[in-house]
């Protein structure tokens, strides 16, 4: 069950079959909540905060997450307004417009970005996936990136990946053989392409900094 | 550009912690014990991956050890590789849905590759550690399996040629002779690795002050370094290591690791 708090009605894990929850929900029980890890779209209409976790491929996640009408009632909870939604790795990918993995698919488009495989010149010899430690710079040190230092270092683990685009929308940035987006931010709606649950305590102050969204 | 890493290992055995020398293990302690005693998630905080091995020789106790790598969790903010025993599909599919990133396989990769490649598959290779232990005893140096009980056949180079097929996102190297004994790491093992070899590697075995870590971290071959010594590296030990790597200017990843405890349940107090 969530826990409740004075201005919360608890945070709930969406799951829908891919990724690893374990971890997502020990990082939100150490900042003192007791996340509900739910696969009814129902539960997320009473939640404040819900994460979108994900790894494994685009196509299959969008797939999975319609079988269980957990699309629609992601939806439903954003254009209601009155609560906070954080994508986390594929997560992030799910929320922008669409991906070519698997073949071209439709996202929730709460982002404008296109999603698309690390294009790096064909002298370079950087790996795919891009794993392992890197730096993040932030447009505007506020809303979920309050009190993280730029140039914070974060975890990665993806293949595709989120192409600049001209937005005002609080913006992460980290280069890996090009530049892309590591995190973005517009409010209600939120993303990381890292996985803060592995990133040590910038990712717990980003974790927090989501959670406190009233 | 990915940083290089200072990974902590963790031998785990039939409920208890254990420390490894030469790949002989003694009993350390449960992990209460190493929570209250070793003062651990400070420890965690300092460091950029965990490994967790079953190092259990007798009977695969998967259960207890699930349990196990999921309270780790609790405190590890960091991606977490288990291994030890895993003899199938089954075996990494629960490791990495209680909690594990990656997984380790060893054995496997030497009896029934075929299993490496059905992971691979399923995961994508980017979550398996190839682990290679490595002997040399009287001018000849052997990969060993099965926690070091038994020889693998093939000459050293071809062992390692053929391993260099399977699809692994990357290599765990481990010296037995210097394992435990703080020595020092044995950067010589590298030289053994097939011409371009284009994997990231972590190198193990030996690590016993912090100066260990100095040179060999700038070495392009090594991407990370793990120690196991429960005895030097607890406490402040990883603390020292990583300030000191720092300050040398090498490419880890930079931590304000004290604030680990202001954040724990920070939310209630709203």
């Known amino acids: 069950m ?71 009632g992601i939806r439903d909870f954003v254009d209601k307004g009155n ?44 790996p795919i996936p891009h794993v392992g430690y890197n ?29 600049p685009a001209l937005t005002n929308l609080n913006t992460g940035l980290t280069h890996y053989g090009e530049t892309f987006v590591a995190a973005i931010d517009n409010g209600q709606v939120a993303g990381t392409q890292f996985h803060p649950e592995k990133s040590q305590t910038n990712g717990l102050r980003l974790l927090k900094n989501f959670l406190h969204r009233r | 550009m990915v940083k290089k890493r200072l990974i902590f290992t963790l031998l785990y055995n039939n409920g208890e912690f254990m420390l490894s020398r030469n790949f002989r293990l003694q009993r350390v302690g449960n992990l209460e014990w190493l929570k209250r005693n070793y003062d651990f998630s400070r420890t965690a905080a300092q460091i950029d991956e965990l490994v967790v091995l079953n190092v259990e020789r007798n009977r695969f106790s ?18 977490i590789t288990a291994g030890g025993g895993i003899r199938r599909l089954e075996d990494a599919s629960a490791l990495l849905s209680n909690g594990a990133d990656k997984v380790l396989v060893n054995t496997m990769a030497a009896d029934c590759s075929h299993k490496v490649i059905e992971i691979a598959k399923r995961y994508g290779q980017q979550c398996i550690v190839l682990g290679v232990d490595i002997r040399k005893s009287n001018g000849s140096t052997r990969a060993l399996v099965d926690c070091g009980s038994k020889l693998v056949a093939l ?116």
């Open chain 1, 2 to 72: 969530g826990q409740l708090h004075r201005g919360t009605r608890g945070c709930v894990i969406v799951d829908y079959g891919m990724g690893n929850l374990w971890s997502v929900a020990s990082a939100i029980r150490y900042l003192g909540h007791t996340p509900q890890i739910s696969n009814k779209p129902q539960d997320l209409q009473t939640a404040s905060h819900v994460i979108l976790p994900g790894v494994g491929s685009f196509r299959l996640a969008i797939e999975s997450l319609n079988e269980r009408g957990l699309a629609d």
């Open chain 1, 83 to 126: 609560g906070f939604l954080l994508g986390i790795c594929l997560g992030l990918q799910l929320l922008a417009a669409a991906s070519p993995e698997d073949g071209q698919t439709a996202g929730f488009g709460y982002f404008p970005h296109a999603v698309e495989r690390f294009s790096f010149p064909p002298t370079s010899d950087l």
């Open chain 1, 135 to 163: 730096s993040v710079s932030f447009s505007h040190q506020t809303g979920i990136f309050s009190d993280l230092q730029q140039g914070s270092y974060f975890y990665f683990v993806h293949s595709y990946r989120l192409a």
């Open chain 2, 62 to 79: 998967n259960d207890d050890f699930i349990s196990h790598l999921q309270k780790l969790c609790d405190f590890c903010f960091v991606p």
């Open chain 2, 155 to 270: 000459e050293i180079s071809d062992y390692l040629t053929r391993l260099r097929e399977l699809p692994v996102g990357e290599w765990m190297i481990t010296s037995i002779n210097r394992d435990g004994t703080g020595q020092g790491f044995d950067s010589e093992l590298l030289e053994l690795l097939p011409p371009n070899f284009e994997r990231p590697v972590i190198l193990a075995g030996g690590a016993g002050k912090p100066e260990h870590f100095l040179d060999l971290l700038r070495n392009p071959k090594v991407s990370g370094l793990a120690t196991a010594h429960l005895h030097n590296f607890v406490g402040d030990g990883l603390k020292q290591v990583r300030d000191l790597l720092l300050r040398d200017g090498q490419e880890l990843p930079i931590w304000d690791a004290n604030e680990i405890a202001a954040l724990k349940s920070s939310v209630d107090e709203i």
